[in-house]
Protein backbone atom coordinates (compact mmCIF):
# COMPACT_ATOMS: atom_id res chain seq x y z
CA UNK A 1 0.00 0.00 0.00
CA UNK A 2 3.22 2.32 -0.16
CA UNK A 3 2.63 5.33 -2.24
CA UNK A 4 -0.86 5.63 -1.64
CA UNK A 5 -0.72 7.59 1.13
CA UNK A 6 -0.43 11.56 1.56
CA UNK A 7 2.53 12.03 3.52
CA UNK A 8 5.06 13.69 2.10
CA UNK A 9 8.21 12.77 4.30
CA UNK A 10 9.50 16.13 4.61
CA UNK A 11 6.59 17.19 6.49
CA UNK A 12 8.02 17.62 10.52
CA UNK A 13 4.88 18.43 12.40
CA UNK A 14 1.41 17.12 11.49
CA UNK A 15 -1.92 16.93 13.73
CA UNK A 16 -4.65 14.78 13.82
CA UNK A 17 -7.89 14.19 16.11
CA UNK A 18 -6.32 10.68 16.40
CA UNK A 19 -3.13 8.92 15.71
CA UNK A 20 -3.26 5.02 15.06
CA UNK A 21 0.18 3.15 15.67
CA UNK A 22 -0.31 0.01 13.96
CA UNK A 23 -1.19 -1.34 10.85
CA UNK A 24 -2.85 -4.77 11.47
CA UNK A 25 -6.86 -5.57 11.53
CA UNK A 26 -6.70 -4.04 14.87
CA UNK A 27 -5.59 -0.81 14.24
CA UNK A 28 -7.00 -0.43 10.47
CA UNK A 29 -10.75 -1.19 11.72
CA UNK A 30 -10.07 1.22 14.34
CA UNK A 31 -9.26 4.05 11.82
CA UNK A 32 -11.32 3.49 9.30
CA UNK A 33 -14.23 3.25 12.07
CA UNK A 34 -12.86 6.56 13.45
CA UNK A 35 -12.65 8.02 10.13
CA UNK A 36 -16.54 7.15 9.56
CA UNK A 37 -17.24 9.01 13.08
CA UNK A 38 -15.65 12.00 11.20
CA UNK A 39 -12.48 12.20 13.14
CA UNK A 40 -9.24 13.35 11.32
CA UNK A 41 -7.13 9.99 11.49
CA UNK A 42 -3.51 9.30 10.66
CA UNK A 43 -2.38 5.69 10.89
CA UNK A 44 1.18 5.16 10.72
CA UNK A 45 3.06 1.38 10.49
CA UNK A 46 6.62 0.90 11.44
CA UNK A 47 6.68 -1.59 8.31
CA UNK A 48 3.81 -2.07 5.63
CA UNK A 49 0.23 -2.63 5.96
CA UNK A 50 -0.67 -6.23 6.91
CA UNK A 51 3.40 -6.76 8.14
CA UNK A 52 2.40 -8.29 11.40
CA UNK A 53 0.47 -11.41 12.56
CA UNK A 54 -2.55 -10.00 10.59
CA UNK A 55 -0.77 -10.26 6.83
CA UNK A 56 -1.23 -13.92 6.68
CA UNK A 57 -3.95 -16.26 5.06
CA UNK A 58 -5.56 -18.73 7.26
CA UNK A 59 -8.59 -16.26 7.84
CA UNK A 60 -10.88 -19.07 9.94
CA UNK A 61 -13.60 -17.11 11.80
CA UNK A 62 -14.28 -20.08 14.41
CA UNK A 63 -16.50 -19.60 17.43
CA UNK A 64 -16.04 -20.37 21.13
CA UNK A 65 -17.43 -23.44 22.23
CA UNK A 66 -21.44 -23.10 23.62
CA UNK A 67 -20.69 -24.50 27.28
CA UNK A 68 -19.95 -23.12 30.24
CA UNK A 69 -21.14 -19.47 28.65
CA UNK A 70 -19.51 -16.28 29.68
CA UNK A 71 -18.19 -12.64 28.88
CA UNK A 72 -15.97 -13.60 26.96
CA UNK A 73 -17.69 -16.47 24.77
CA UNK A 74 -20.55 -13.21 24.36
CA UNK A 75 -18.48 -10.94 23.20
CA UNK A 76 -16.94 -13.20 20.39
CA UNK A 77 -20.54 -14.49 19.44
CA UNK A 78 -22.05 -10.98 19.07
CA UNK A 79 -18.44 -9.81 16.81
CA UNK A 80 -19.08 -12.61 15.14
CA UNK A 81 -22.50 -12.01 13.90
CA UNK A 82 -21.95 -8.12 13.39
CA UNK A 83 -19.06 -8.95 11.55
CA UNK A 84 -21.14 -9.71 8.49
CA UNK A 85 -22.72 -6.79 8.42
CA UNK A 86 -19.76 -4.48 8.74
CA UNK A 87 -17.97 -6.61 6.13
CA UNK A 88 -21.01 -6.43 3.72
CA UNK A 89 -20.77 -2.41 4.00
CA UNK A 90 -17.48 -2.38 3.89
CA UNK A 91 -17.57 -4.31 0.01
CA UNK A 92 -19.96 -1.98 -0.67
CA UNK A 93 -18.22 1.31 -0.05
CA UNK A 94 -14.91 0.04 -1.30
CA UNK A 95 -15.81 -2.69 -4.02
CA UNK A 96 -13.64 -5.02 -2.73
CA UNK A 97 -14.20 -8.08 -1.87
CA UNK A 98 -13.04 -9.46 1.44
CA UNK A 99 -13.54 -13.48 0.66
CA UNK A 100 -15.96 -13.25 4.08
CA UNK A 101 -18.22 -16.59 4.16
CA UNK A 102 -20.04 -18.03 6.64
CA UNK A 103 -19.58 -21.40 5.60
CA UNK A 104 -19.77 -23.04 9.02
CA UNK A 105 -17.30 -25.86 9.96
CA UNK A 106 -17.12 -29.40 10.43
CA UNK A 107 -15.82 -31.31 13.63
CA UNK A 108 -14.91 -34.69 13.37
CA UNK A 109 -15.57 -36.58 16.29
CA UNK A 110 -12.47 -39.09 17.16
CA UNK A 111 -14.30 -41.35 19.34
CA UNK A 112 -17.82 -42.40 21.54
CA UNK A 113 -16.38 -39.87 24.47
CA UNK A 114 -16.01 -36.70 21.85
CA UNK A 115 -19.40 -37.75 20.47
CA UNK A 116 -21.30 -38.24 24.29
CA UNK A 117 -19.79 -34.78 25.02
CA UNK A 118 -20.88 -33.36 21.55
CA UNK A 119 -24.44 -34.52 22.15
CA UNK A 120 -24.25 -32.63 25.55
CA UNK A 121 -23.33 -29.14 23.15
CA UNK A 122 -26.02 -28.92 21.07
CA UNK A 123 -27.72 -28.35 24.04
CA UNK A 124 -25.88 -25.58 24.74
CA UNK A 125 -25.13 -24.02 21.76
CA UNK A 126 -29.02 -24.08 21.39
CA UNK A 127 -29.19 -21.97 24.60
CA UNK A 128 -26.41 -19.93 23.52
CA UNK A 129 -25.42 -19.50 20.17
CA UNK A 130 -28.64 -16.70 19.99
CA UNK A 131 -28.20 -12.96 19.04
CA UNK A 132 -30.47 -10.66 17.68
CA UNK A 133 -33.34 -13.45 16.60
CA UNK A 134 -30.67 -15.54 14.67
CA UNK A 135 -29.47 -18.80 16.26
CA UNK A 136 -26.95 -21.17 14.77
CA UNK A 137 -27.07 -25.45 14.38
CA UNK A 138 -25.18 -27.41 16.12
CA UNK A 139 -25.93 -30.74 14.60
CA UNK A 140 -24.31 -33.98 14.92
CA UNK A 141 -23.67 -35.93 11.51
CA UNK A 142 -23.42 -39.98 10.33
CA UNK A 143 -20.35 -41.46 8.32
CA UNK A 144 -21.42 -41.02 5.05
CA UNK A 145 -23.38 -37.95 4.85
CA UNK A 146 -20.45 -35.58 4.25
CA UNK A 147 -19.43 -36.35 1.12
CA UNK A 148 -15.87 -37.14 1.59
CA UNK A 149 -15.48 -33.52 3.34
CA UNK A 150 -13.58 -34.55 5.43
CA UNK A 151 -12.66 -38.19 4.24
CA UNK A 152 -14.41 -40.93 5.68
CA UNK A 153 -12.20 -42.51 7.90
CA UNK A 154 -11.67 -39.32 9.75
CA UNK A 155 -15.59 -38.95 10.49
CA UNK A 156 -15.52 -42.51 11.68
CA UNK A 157 -17.70 -41.89 15.15
CA UNK A 158 -19.70 -38.90 13.32
CA UNK A 159 -18.95 -35.53 13.06
CA UNK A 160 -20.20 -31.99 14.27
CA UNK A 161 -21.67 -29.86 11.58
CA UNK A 162 -22.18 -26.39 12.88
CA UNK A 163 -23.36 -23.26 10.82
CA UNK A 164 -21.89 -20.44 13.13
CA UNK A 165 -18.00 -20.41 11.57
CA UNK A 166 -17.16 -18.68 8.82
CA UNK A 167 -14.04 -17.46 6.71
CA UNK A 168 -12.28 -14.18 5.12
CA UNK A 169 -9.63 -13.93 3.65
CA UNK A 170 -7.36 -11.44 5.63
CA UNK A 171 -5.25 -9.90 2.96
CA UNK A 172 -8.22 -9.01 1.30
CA UNK A 173 -9.80 -7.86 4.22
CA UNK A 174 -6.59 -5.64 4.90
CA UNK A 175 -7.21 -4.41 1.18
CA UNK A 176 -10.53 -3.72 1.36
CA UNK A 177 -10.20 -1.63 5.16
CA UNK A 178 -6.59 0.12 3.98
CA UNK A 179 -8.86 1.33 0.63
CA UNK A 180 -11.93 2.28 3.06
CA UNK A 181 -9.91 3.94 5.78
CA UNK A 182 -8.52 6.11 2.86
CA UNK A 183 -11.54 6.84 1.02
CA UNK A 184 -12.61 8.28 4.58
CA UNK A 185 -9.74 10.43 4.52
CA UNK A 186 -7.14 8.68 6.77
CA UNK A 187 -3.57 9.50 6.21
CA UNK A 188 -1.26 6.36 6.15
CA UNK A 189 1.99 6.45 6.78
CA UNK A 190 4.13 3.29 5.97
CA UNK A 191 7.63 2.39 6.75
CA UNK A 192 7.35 5.26 9.81
CA UNK A 193 6.77 3.58 13.51
CA UNK A 194 5.87 5.45 16.28
CA UNK A 195 8.76 5.62 18.46
CA UNK A 196 7.66 6.96 21.48
CA UNK A 197 4.46 9.29 23.45
CA UNK A 198 5.13 12.14 25.34
CA UNK A 199 1.49 13.43 26.25
CA UNK A 200 -0.30 13.49 23.21
CA UNK A 201 2.44 13.84 20.74
CA UNK A 202 3.46 10.55 19.00
CA UNK A 203 7.34 11.09 17.73
CA UNK A 204 7.55 8.99 14.77
CA UNK A 205 11.10 7.44 13.85
CA UNK A 206 11.70 9.63 11.09
CA UNK A 207 11.63 11.87 14.15
CA UNK A 208 8.45 13.57 13.42
CA UNK A 209 5.98 15.13 15.37
CA UNK A 210 2.40 13.70 15.75
CA UNK A 211 -0.10 16.21 17.68
CA UNK A 212 -2.66 13.81 18.24
CA UNK A 213 -6.28 14.24 20.26
CA UNK A 214 -5.98 10.93 20.88
CA UNK A 215 -3.29 7.82 20.31
CA UNK A 216 -4.69 4.48 20.03
CA UNK A 217 -1.49 1.81 20.45
CA UNK A 218 -2.31 -1.07 17.98
CA UNK A 219 1.02 -2.52 17.34
CA UNK A 220 0.63 -6.01 18.17
CA UNK A 221 3.38 -7.57 19.55
CA UNK A 222 5.24 -4.32 19.65
CA UNK A 223 2.35 -2.92 22.00
CA UNK A 224 4.08 -3.66 25.68
CA UNK A 225 7.08 -1.80 24.29
CA UNK A 226 5.33 1.40 22.96
CA UNK A 227 3.77 1.05 26.29
CA UNK A 228 6.93 1.26 28.25
CA UNK A 229 7.51 4.62 26.80
CA UNK A 230 4.74 6.48 29.02
CA UNK A 231 4.92 3.81 31.92
CA UNK A 232 6.96 1.23 33.66
CA UNK A 233 5.15 -2.30 32.55
CA UNK A 234 5.53 -5.65 33.37
CA UNK A 235 7.32 -8.11 31.23
CA UNK A 236 4.89 -10.41 31.42
CA UNK A 237 1.97 -8.20 30.16
CA UNK A 238 2.58 -9.64 26.55
CA UNK A 239 4.21 -12.11 24.55
CA UNK A 240 4.37 -13.53 20.77
CA UNK A 241 3.33 -16.72 19.91
CA UNK A 242 4.46 -17.92 16.61
CA UNK A 243 2.26 -19.54 14.26
CA UNK A 244 3.06 -20.85 10.57
CA UNK A 245 0.42 -21.74 7.99
CA UNK A 246 0.51 -22.77 4.37
CA UNK A 247 -1.83 -22.37 1.35
CA UNK A 248 -2.57 -24.97 -1.09
CA UNK A 249 -4.02 -24.94 -4.50
CA UNK A 250 -6.68 -27.44 -4.33
CA UNK A 251 -9.21 -25.77 -6.54
CA UNK A 252 -12.53 -27.28 -4.67
CA UNK A 253 -16.06 -26.38 -5.41
CA UNK A 254 -17.14 -22.31 -3.70
CA UNK A 255 -18.36 -22.67 -0.14
CA UNK A 256 -17.09 -25.60 1.25
CA UNK A 257 -16.76 -25.35 4.97
CA UNK A 258 -14.30 -25.34 7.70
CA UNK A 259 -12.57 -28.18 9.09
CA UNK A 260 -11.23 -28.53 12.29
CA UNK A 261 -9.40 -31.33 14.44
CA UNK A 262 -7.09 -31.57 16.79
CA UNK A 263 -5.15 -28.68 16.47
CA UNK A 264 -5.62 -28.42 12.93
CA UNK A 265 -7.81 -25.71 10.82
CA UNK A 266 -8.39 -26.64 6.88
CA UNK A 267 -9.99 -23.01 5.49
CA UNK A 268 -11.29 -23.39 1.80
CA UNK A 269 -11.24 -19.68 0.98
CA UNK A 270 -13.66 -18.57 -1.69
CA UNK A 271 -10.92 -18.42 -4.40
CA UNK A 272 -10.86 -22.65 -4.51
CA UNK A 273 -6.90 -22.46 -2.34
CA UNK A 274 -7.46 -23.90 0.87
CA UNK A 275 -5.49 -22.83 4.29
CA UNK A 276 -4.24 -25.08 6.76
CA UNK A 277 -2.59 -24.21 9.98
CA UNK A 278 -1.26 -23.77 12.44
CA UNK A 279 1.55 -24.09 15.14
CA UNK A 280 1.54 -22.88 18.17
CA UNK A 281 5.33 -21.52 19.39
CA UNK A 282 6.20 -19.73 22.42
CA UNK A 283 9.82 -20.47 22.09
CA UNK A 284 11.13 -20.31 18.32
CA UNK A 285 15.08 -18.80 16.96
CA UNK A 286 13.47 -17.02 13.55
CA UNK A 287 9.71 -15.52 14.16
CA UNK A 288 9.78 -15.79 9.97
CA UNK A 289 10.63 -19.33 8.97
CA UNK A 290 8.69 -22.23 8.44
CA UNK A 291 10.03 -25.75 9.51
CA UNK A 292 9.17 -29.22 9.92
CA UNK A 293 5.81 -28.38 11.61
CA UNK A 294 3.94 -26.87 8.85
CA UNK A 295 5.07 -29.98 6.88
CA UNK A 296 3.07 -32.66 9.42
CA UNK A 297 0.46 -29.99 9.77
CA UNK A 298 -0.11 -30.43 5.77
CA UNK A 299 0.61 -34.00 6.27
CA UNK A 300 -1.81 -33.93 9.02
CA UNK A 301 -4.87 -31.85 6.62
CA UNK A 302 -4.12 -34.16 4.17
CA UNK A 303 -5.14 -37.07 6.11
CA UNK A 304 -8.25 -35.51 7.34
CA UNK A 305 -9.07 -34.19 4.17
CA UNK A 306 -8.01 -36.73 1.38
CA UNK A 307 -9.08 -34.16 -1.60
CA UNK A 308 -6.30 -31.90 -0.39
CA UNK A 309 -3.19 -35.01 0.14
CA UNK A 310 -1.01 -34.04 -2.91
CA UNK A 311 -2.20 -30.45 -3.66
CA UNK A 312 0.57 -27.88 -4.75
CA UNK A 313 1.58 -25.76 -1.85
CA UNK A 314 1.33 -21.99 -3.06
CA UNK A 315 2.92 -20.10 0.19
CA UNK A 316 4.17 -21.18 3.51
CA UNK A 317 3.84 -18.47 6.18
CA UNK A 318 4.71 -17.35 9.83
CA UNK A 319 4.63 -14.61 12.21
CA UNK A 320 3.58 -13.77 15.67
CA UNK A 321 0.90 -13.62 17.40
CA UNK A 322 0.09 -10.89 20.16
CA UNK A 323 -0.89 -12.21 23.28
CA UNK A 324 -1.55 -10.56 26.18
CA UNK A 325 -0.51 -11.91 30.03
CA UNK A 326 -4.35 -13.47 29.87
CA UNK A 327 -5.22 -15.58 26.50
CA UNK A 328 -8.24 -12.74 26.31
CA UNK A 329 -7.71 -9.16 23.88
CA UNK A 330 -6.62 -6.48 26.08
CA UNK A 331 -8.40 -3.18 25.71
CA UNK A 332 -7.92 0.00 27.68
CA UNK A 333 -7.19 3.50 28.71
CA UNK A 334 -3.53 3.74 29.70
CA UNK A 335 -3.72 5.05 33.53
CA UNK A 336 -2.96 8.63 33.79
CA UNK A 337 -3.42 9.12 29.76
CA UNK A 338 -6.73 10.37 29.57
CA UNK A 339 -6.49 10.10 25.93
CA UNK A 340 -4.45 6.83 24.67
CA UNK A 341 -5.47 3.85 24.26
CA UNK A 342 -4.31 0.29 24.01
CA UNK A 343 -5.94 -2.38 22.22
CA UNK A 344 -4.11 -5.58 21.18
CA UNK A 345 -3.74 -9.38 22.51
CA UNK A 346 -6.88 -10.66 19.84
CA UNK A 347 -3.83 -13.74 19.86
CA UNK A 348 -5.80 -16.21 18.09
CA UNK A 349 -9.61 -15.56 17.35
CA UNK A 350 -8.79 -11.34 16.11
CA UNK A 351 -9.99 -11.86 12.62
CA UNK A 352 -13.84 -12.15 14.27
CA UNK A 353 -13.31 -9.40 17.15
CA UNK A 354 -11.29 -6.80 15.47
CA UNK A 355 -13.75 -4.58 14.57
CA UNK A 356 -15.30 -4.66 17.78
CA UNK A 357 -11.88 -4.19 19.50
CA UNK A 358 -12.14 -1.05 17.21
CA UNK A 359 -15.40 0.15 18.04
CA UNK A 360 -14.53 0.07 22.49
CA UNK A 361 -11.89 1.83 21.41
CA UNK A 362 -14.32 4.75 20.03
CA UNK A 363 -16.42 3.94 23.12
CA UNK A 364 -13.61 4.56 25.10
CA UNK A 365 -12.58 7.93 24.38
CA UNK A 366 -15.97 9.02 23.84
CA UNK A 367 -16.09 8.58 27.72
CA UNK A 368 -17.71 4.83 28.00
CA UNK A 369 -15.16 3.69 30.20
CA UNK A 370 -17.20 0.03 30.48
CA UNK A 371 -17.54 -0.36 26.60
CA UNK A 372 -19.21 -3.40 26.64
CA UNK A 373 -16.28 -5.33 27.44
CA UNK A 374 -15.50 -8.19 29.60
CA UNK A 375 -13.50 -8.03 32.53
CA UNK A 376 -11.08 -9.95 31.41
CA UNK A 377 -10.32 -7.91 28.14
CA UNK A 378 -9.31 -4.83 30.29
CA UNK A 379 -6.42 -3.31 30.63
CA UNK A 380 -6.41 -2.81 34.08
CA UNK A 381 -7.21 -6.17 34.80
CA UNK A 382 -4.09 -7.44 32.45
CA UNK A 383 -1.88 -5.04 34.18
CA UNK A 384 -3.16 -6.62 37.95
CA UNK A 385 -2.28 -9.84 36.46
CA UNK A 386 0.87 -8.85 35.25
CA UNK A 387 1.66 -7.83 38.73
CA UNK A 388 1.54 -4.06 38.58
CA UNK A 389 0.54 -2.56 41.89
CA UNK A 390 -1.98 0.18 40.88
CA UNK A 391 -2.70 3.39 43.33
C1 LIG B 1 -0.10 -18.59 11.40
C2 LIG B 1 -1.19 -17.73 12.00
C3 LIG B 1 -2.51 -18.06 11.76
C4 LIG B 1 -3.54 -17.30 12.30
N1 LIG B 1 -4.82 -17.65 12.02
C5 LIG B 1 -5.83 -16.90 12.52
C6 LIG B 1 -7.17 -17.23 12.19
O1 LIG B 1 -7.43 -18.16 11.45
N2 LIG B 1 -8.16 -16.47 12.72
C7 LIG B 1 -7.89 -15.41 13.55
O2 LIG B 1 -8.83 -14.74 14.00
N3 LIG B 1 -6.63 -15.08 13.87
C8 LIG B 1 -5.60 -15.81 13.37
N4 LIG B 1 -4.31 -15.50 13.70
C9 LIG B 1 -4.07 -14.43 14.68
C10 LIG B 1 -4.25 -13.08 14.05
O3 LIG B 1 -3.62 -13.06 12.79
C11 LIG B 1 -3.63 -12.00 14.94
O4 LIG B 1 -4.08 -12.14 16.26
C12 LIG B 1 -4.01 -10.62 14.44
O5 LIG B 1 -3.63 -10.47 13.11
C13 LIG B 1 -3.40 -9.52 15.28
O6 LIG B 1 -3.78 -8.30 14.72
P1 LIG B 1 -3.21 -6.94 15.28
O7 LIG B 1 -3.77 -5.87 14.45
O8 LIG B 1 -3.44 -6.89 16.75
O9 LIG B 1 -1.62 -7.06 15.11
P2 LIG B 1 -0.72 -7.17 13.79
O10 LIG B 1 -1.46 -7.69 12.64
O11 LIG B 1 0.50 -7.90 14.21
O12 LIG B 1 -0.39 -5.66 13.45
C14 LIG B 1 0.51 -4.88 14.19
C15 LIG B 1 1.10 -3.85 13.25
O13 LIG B 1 1.83 -2.91 14.03
C16 LIG B 1 2.98 -2.55 13.32
N5 LIG B 1 3.95 -1.99 14.27
C17 LIG B 1 4.87 -2.60 15.04
N6 LIG B 1 5.53 -1.70 15.79
C18 LIG B 1 5.02 -0.49 15.50
C19 LIG B 1 5.28 0.84 15.94
N7 LIG B 1 6.22 1.10 16.85
N8 LIG B 1 4.56 1.85 15.41
C20 LIG B 1 3.60 1.61 14.47
N9 LIG B 1 3.31 0.36 14.01
C21 LIG B 1 4.01 -0.66 14.53
C22 LIG B 1 3.42 -3.84 12.64
O14 LIG B 1 4.25 -3.55 11.52
C23 LIG B 1 2.07 -4.43 12.24
O15 LIG B 1 1.69 -4.04 10.94
C24 LIG B 1 -3.24 -16.20 13.13
C25 LIG B 1 -1.92 -15.83 13.34
C26 LIG B 1 -0.89 -16.57 12.77
C27 LIG B 1 0.52 -16.15 12.98
Known amino acids: MTGRHRYSPSVRRLSCDLLVAGGGVVGLWTAYLAAGAGMRVILCDAGCIGAGASGGFLGALMCHMPERWNAKKQFQLDALVSLEERICDLEAETGLSTGYGRVGRILPLNSAEQRALAETRKTDAARNWRVAGRTFDWQIVELGSLANWPGTRAVAHGAVVETLSGRVDPRALLAALGAGAIARGVT ?9 VDGEVGLLSDGAE ?3 GAIALTAGIATPALLQSIMAVPETLGRPVKGQAALLAADLPAGRPLVFRDGVYVVPHANGTVAVGSTSENAFADP ?36 AVLPDPMIGRIPGRARTIVATGGFKITLGIAHEMARAVLLILDGDEDAGLPETFRLQTHLARAGLKQT
Open 288 to 323: CSTDGQLDTIIDQAGRLCPELAGACVIERWAALRPR
Open 210 to 212: VHA
Open 188 to 196: LIEERGLKS
